[in-house]
């Protein structure tokens, strides 16, 4: 699991986030705040890919503060999965639904019908709604046998419908899973809702 001790990340003179200390356990956590609240920056930490200016990160109580950038590359790649905003970025284009699934992977497509994809496992990304693609690509990050997801602002692109799909996912997901979202209804189904402010 992820742990940050008295994390904080300053550029400059501006503080993007100020001692943060969380534990992603299992279930959903949901960053909220307004834009500018350093939800994004804070998901980059827990990510592995910005270190904090102060504070800990540590992953399965392995302090990370002392690894060089390859090392935080390997750890990241093991046991984190990302998830952008933009569903297309999470997947390869020109693979089938199925192929992307055993690039990431998957011994078997059964995942898919968890995903309630199951009818879809020859068809292009292209042919996917955008929920279905995030849900994908949350697949894709169970198939990878990441510890954590990490997903920023999963829904912020997806009409209703789709954004409902994620949703979903989100809350069936079987590993824990961290989001930074101001949508109301991820909030609503957040095991933990760590509200940032914006400084």
């Not at 705040?33 to 994004?40: A, H, L, T, Y």
């Not at 497509?109 to 994809?117: A, M």
Request: aromatic letters at 4%; charged letters at 20%.
């Amino acid at each position: 699991m992820i742990r940050t001790c008295g994390v904080g990340v300053s550029y400059g003179q501006v503080r993007a986030v100020s001692d943060v200390s969380l534990t992603i356990a299992p279930g959903l956590t949901v960053l909220s705040g307004p834009s500018g609240s350093g939800k994004s920056t804070l998901l980059r930490v827990l990510s592995l890919v910005e270190r904090p200016s102060v504070g800990e990160v540590f992953v399965h109580d392995r302090p990370t503060s002392a690894l060089s950038w390859s090392e935080l590359r390997t750890l990241r790649r093991k046991e984190i999965a990302v998830v952008f905003q933009n569903p297309a970025d999470n997947l390869i284009s020109h693979l089938t639904v199925g192929e992307n699934l055993r690039a990431a992977g998957a011994a078997d497509l059964t995942l898919l019908d968890r995903l309630g994809l199951g009818e879809s496992a020859t068809w292009r990304i292209g042919a996917l709604s955008g929920g279905q693609q995030q849900r994908l690509a949350f697949g894709c990050a169970l198939a990878r046998g990441a510890s954590v997801v990490v997903a920023d602002e999963p829904t912020s692109q997806l009409d209703t419908r789709s954004a409902d799909l994620v949703l979903e996912t989100l809350a069936s997901l079987p590993i824990p899973a961290v989001v930074a979202s101001h949508d109301p209804r991820l909030i609503a189904l957040a095991d933990l809702c760590v509200p940032l402010a914006a400084s």
